[in-house]
Structures are given as C-alpha cells and as structure tokens.
C-alpha cells in the first residue's frame, strides 16, 4: 500500500513544492513535438529559411568579398595620376600649379615606383595630320588627330606595348627631334604600317620621323589614336607651358604610399594644389561590397527570421489551445503554471533550434555549392555554424513566450471539462 | 494503515464552505457545505446538472479557492496555503478521473501514468516501476506498451485510475467516470474503486448515474447548491 498516513499534521511550509527536472522537461516537449512530427517540421521551416539566408547570405558575401581581393584588378591598383588643381571651368580652366618637366625623373626616383611618365594635351591650333601624298582623289589625305605630348617615362607608367619599331627616349626628348610614335588607330588612318623605311608625318606644317607604332595600351587606350610627341618637340613647336598630368606606375601595394608622397615630389610647399588619384585600397573595396551585399541580404534573411519566428508563435499559440485538456491534467497532476510554461517555451526553443541547425546546414551547402559553380574558394567566419543554430534557438524562444504564457494562464478547471 | 492516534482524523474536512461566482448576479454555487470523509470512505456525490456537483468537485481538487468556510486536506487548512503549494499539495494528495480519461494519446499506457509523478520527487527509475504496479493494481499489466487510441474505453479509464492512484493519494476524485462507458464497463470501474476502497483508499465519485452512486458507501446529495447526506 502506497498510500499516505491520513490526518497527520503538517506546517504548511513543511509542503515539499512541485518540481520537474530539466531532463524530463526536455523529454516531455520532445516527445510532444515527435507526437506530432509533420506539424514541427513545418513549423521549423521559417527559422530553416530564415537561418538559412542569413548564413548563406554572409558566407557568400564573404566568399565573394575574398574573391574580389584576389582578384582584385592589379592594373588599378598599381596606377596613380596626378594633375595640377584646376581653376575655372571647362575649357577656359587652368592648373592652379605648374608640374615640372622633370615630373617623371622626381617621381621614379620614390620607393616603391615602377615607371612615371608625363601626359599632355599638345594645342596644334586646329593642324592636320598628313603622311606621305598617296594620289587617291577620293580618299581624304588629312586627319584631325590629337596630338599629346610624352615623357619618355610615360610610355612603361601606362604599359604601351609597340607593334614595331621603338619608343622615343630622353635623348629625343632632350634635343627637341621631331619624333613621334603613333597610336595603332592613327597609324591606321594615316596609312602608316612599317617604321623600318623611316615613314614621316606632318601635322601643319611640321614634319615628324615615325620612330614607333603602339599595338596596345593597357592604361589610357586612348593614346592608341594619338600622336604621341616628346616633350621637348612640344615645348619648342608647339607652346606647351606645362604638362598637364603625371602617371605612374607602382609596385603592387603601394599605391596609397606613393599617392601621398607625390604631391610633395611635384610642388613641393603647394601640395594641395596638386590632385592624386589612387585606386582605393582593396581591403576597403572588399569590405564595402560585402557591406553592401550583407546590408541587402541581412536584411532579407532577419525578414524570413521574423516570419520564421510569426510562425512558431502561431503553431505553438494553436496548439496550446488543443493541448487544454493536456494542460488541465498535467496542472491536475501537479504541474506549477511554471512548469508549462517552461515546457512549451522548451518546446519552441527546440523548434528553433532544430529550424536553425537545418538552415546553418542548408546555407553552408548553398555557399559551397556557388563557390563551386564560379570555381570560388568558399570563406565562412568559423562562429557562423555555431551561432546560426543558437540564433534560432533564440528565435524559437522569443517566439514561445507568448504562447507558454497563454498556456500557464490556462485555467485546468475548463481545460478538465472541456 | 495509519498510527491509532490520528485513526480518527478526516481526509477531507468541511466547515461552512461556500462558493459565489461574482457578476452582475451573483452565484451562489455551494452554499454552507459541511462534510467529513474518514480515511477509507466511500463517498458519492449525486444531484441534477447546475446543483453545484462541479463546483463541489473543483473545491475538493484544489481547483478552485472557496469564497468563506474552510477546508482541510489530510488536517491542512487549504485556506493558508498559496498557489504553488496547493498545487503541490493537489500533485501529492488527490489523484483525479475524468469522464474524458484525459490521456496524452501519443504516449504509452505506462508513460501516461508515470506523468503522474513527473512533478513530484520521484526518481524516474521508481516512477516505471510504481506505474507498473499501479496498472497491474487495475488489472492492466498486459497493456504496458499500448498506445490508448488501441485500448476500449474501459481500459482507458482504468489507465486513468492507474494513473491516479500511482503517486499514493490520500483521496481518489473521480468526475462523473463512467459517463462514457456503457454498463458492463461502468460496472468494472465501480468494481475497481470498491477494491481500491477495500485496500484503504479515500473514494469520491461525482455522478449523476443512481447505479453508480449506489455502490458507495455513503451518498451526498447536492440540490441548488446545498449538500446534504442522504440515507444512512
């Protein structure tokens, strides 16, 4: 006989209280979430999809974030302009600050500088271009070509590849010869195809030797329909009082560096009027896509969270009124309002839980799976998988409050009769 | 079963209870109820729909809080008590039937039971073994493992007793328990409450079935919300 002595006297303090144990509260909600196995899984699915976009989201952001490192444009990287500020508008403007001939000479000799060449515009007063008379009376023999003077520097600073023949060299520079090497477009209209035979040109009334064709230039293509003159042809032909702009080329990283150390080079004691533009730093590029992609995507994924989260409440709210009776015994039984409420709040939380492991799994699988299609290599933060299941758990929690508090509220009386 | 000097003492012990449901017209649901159950009695509790059976019954099961009189459970005055200790106290004491048996449908005969003792102090190993004892008290030993959806109605609601018995109550309240079972079966519930009764445990059954109420030993009667002992 298991009963109880009757009539004995108790201190009501001496009552032991209701309790339950962790593991047993975890079997309970296990088993009633197994009860009903195709309802949980749909309720998981919001926090699957929900955690599944955040994951893939950030891991793919991520991943995409290293691959723009790598393969981050180097050419641009590499590349620092500078020109003098300008003052006035549009073609009544002038630098505020004249470069120096030698622009090119200063800026080589700075650590970390691979080539530096000077660039400008040659006013020819409106001089057409002329080669050799080829007597063809349909064909137009005169072309308004923009001619553009160089440091010899210049041509490795923007990497112009010849097709034949050569550069022109501080020699040419330095004595004013009337050399030139030509763009491949202008080559082409001027009819000039070989330098082997010493081709001449003429803009206006001045002769040039063509010493060089350009094949390519991988830095402002658009020299390939220039007439690329020395400085020193420019300066006593034509009046040239400065050049215009300074490129060069750096050494992988160092661009920033070299970007801030040019101004000095050029005028030294009026740096700020001199303009240097550098390629941003590649980490800043990186992170400012990954930012901008996260923004978009983060926000989607906290979305589908909060319709993960709507829909756990809604379930489990659902279910707490079918589980009165449920309810009603297990407060019969013993059960404290805590007790309950602990019990579907374990219930969500599981849910969640289960909904965010999936959707972590889900979301890794993703990114591997675009890394692999775009032959990526696939980046993650190593505390995403971990945190991903406990934010859904935290979801599934948030989510249960509401209900677990209906649920304690429910009174066993009319939960027993109903 | 229990010492001589506290023989005499009441499982259940009323004085001038009263219930009023509060509204624009005010319920007098049970009015200056007086009873005593000895440990071992037998008590049913008879009366038409709307006479204040429920209320009576939910009074009793720590269900509900009367407005004036008192209350005592095994010589503790409910009245004194808090929310968590009645609970406790309804956990450890009263053990519950229910004309709906109230069985978690996905959960095996021995796991309904043992749900029982889940809020109490049990160990969970002792708690397999007290439902098994109880069910086989029921005469349900061979259905440890079933499903109830797979049980009749009678072995349902023996289920239930099992389950209500399993923590050693000092009273057995049981809501109208044959209300959905046809005779034969009412007939061997009753059968197993007279054993459990014979075997010293306190027996209250709420019923509108005169059949039902016959078998027990005493018989109160409820009408507009007053009880009164009928027969002897």
Not at chain 1, 102 to 118: H, K, M, P, W
Not at chain 1, 289 to 318: M, Q, W, Y
Not at chain 2, 61 to 76: E, N
Not at chain 2, 170 to 179: H, K, Q, R, V
């Amino acid at each position: 006989m298991t009963m109880r002595p009757s009539g004995e006297s108790h201190m009501v303090r001496d009552l032991p209280s209701s309790s339950v144990s962790i593991r047993d509260l975890f079997l309970e909600a296990v088993s009633a979430l197994l009860a009903r196995p195709s309802r949980s899984a749909l309720t998981a699915l919001g926090t699957v999809l929900g955690v599944g976009a955040l994951v893939s989201t950030l891991g793919i952001a991520q991943t995409a974030g290293n691959q723009i490192i790598t393969r981050f444009d180097e050419l641009a990287a590499t590349e620092v302009v500078a020109e003098g500020q300008r003052i006035g508008f549009g073609s009544g403007s002038r630098a505020a600050v004249a470069l120096p001939w030698d622009s090119g000479d200063r800026i080589e000799r700075l650590n970390g500088v691979v080539a530096a060449g000077t660039l400008s515009d040659v006013d020819t007063a409106g001089a057409l271009a002329t080669s050799v008379p080829v007597t063809d009376p349909l064909g137009s023999t005169a072309f308004d070509i923009p001619v553009v003077a160089v440091s010899p520097g210049l041509f490795g600073a923007v990497r112009a590849e010849l097709s034949t023949g050569r550069f022109f060299d501080e020699g040419h520079d330095r004595n004013g010869d009337k050399v030139v090497v030509l763009g491949a477009a202008a080559a082409q209209r001027l009819n000039v195809t070989r330098v082997d035979n010493r081709p001449a040109i003429k803009v206006g009334e001045e002769a040039f030797v063509v010493v060089g064709i350009l094949a390519d230039v991988q830095r402002e293509p658009s020299l390939l329909s220039r007439i690329i003159i020395p400085n020193g042809a420019a300066r006593s032909r034509y009046t040239l009082a400065a050049p215009t702009e300074v490129h060069v080329e750096t050494d992988v990283g160092a661009s920033r560096l070299i970007a801030g150390q040019v101004p000095t080079a050029l005028a030294p004691g009026r740096e700020e009027l001199v303009v240097v533009k550098a390629a941003p730093d590649p980490t800043q590029v990186r992170n400012r896509v990954e930012g901008d992609i996260n923004a978009l995507f983060i926000v989607l994924g906290s979305v589908s969270l909060l319709v993960g989260a709507i829909g756990i409440a809604n379930v489990t709210l659902v279910s707490v009124l079918e589980r009165r009776g449920e309810i009603g015994l297990r407060r019969a039984v013993g059960a404290a309002r805590r007790h309950i409420a602990s019990q579907f709040l374990v219930e969500s939380t599981l849910l969640g839980a289960l909904g965010g492991l999936i959707g972590t799994s889900a979301g890794i699988l993703l990114i591997v799976g675009v890394s692999a299609a775009r032959d990526w290599t696939p980046v993650l933060e190593p505390w995403l998988p971990f945190i991903a299941p406990i934010a859904g758990a935290l979801v599934g929690l948030l989510a249960g409050v509401y209900p677990a508090l209906k649920a304690a509220n429910t009174e066993p009386i009319a939960a027993l009769r109903g | 079963m229990s010492s001589p000097a506290t023989a005499a003492a009441p499982v259940v012990e009323l004085h001038d209870l009263g219930r009023t449901f509060e509204g624009a017209q005010p319920v007098e649901a049970l009015r200056r109820a007086d009873l005593s159950v000895m440990a071992g009695d037998y008590v049913s509790i008879v009366g038409p729909s709307g006479s204040g059976k429920s209320t009576l019954l939910h009074l009793l099961g720590l269900l509900d809080r009367p407005t004036k009189g008192s209350y005592l459970l095994d010589g503790i005055d409910t009245a004194d008590l808090s929310d968590a200790q009645r609970t406790a106290l309804r956990g450890q004491r009263i053990g519950f039937v229910f004309q709906s048996f109230h069985l978690l449908s996905h959960r095996t005969v021995v796991e309904n039971v043992m749900l029982a003792m889940l809020y109490g102090d049990t160990p969970k190993r002792q708690r397999h073994n007290l439902a098994i004892s109880a069910l086989e008290r029921v005469g349900l030993g061979h259905r440890l493992d079933f499903v109830p959806t797979l049980l009749s109605g009678g072995e349902r609601q023996r289920v239930a007793i099992a389950r209500a018995i399993v923590a050693g109550p000092s009273l057995l309240l049981a809501d109208e328990p044959t209300g959905n079972l046809d005779q034969t079966t009412s007939e061997s519930i009753m059968e197993v409450f007279e054993e459990l009764q014979s075997e010293g445990l306190t027996v209250m059954v709420i019923t509108h079935d005169s059949v039902v109420a016959g078998r027990a030993r005493r018989t109160v009667e409820m009408l507009d919300g007053v009880l009164s002992e009928v027969g002897q």
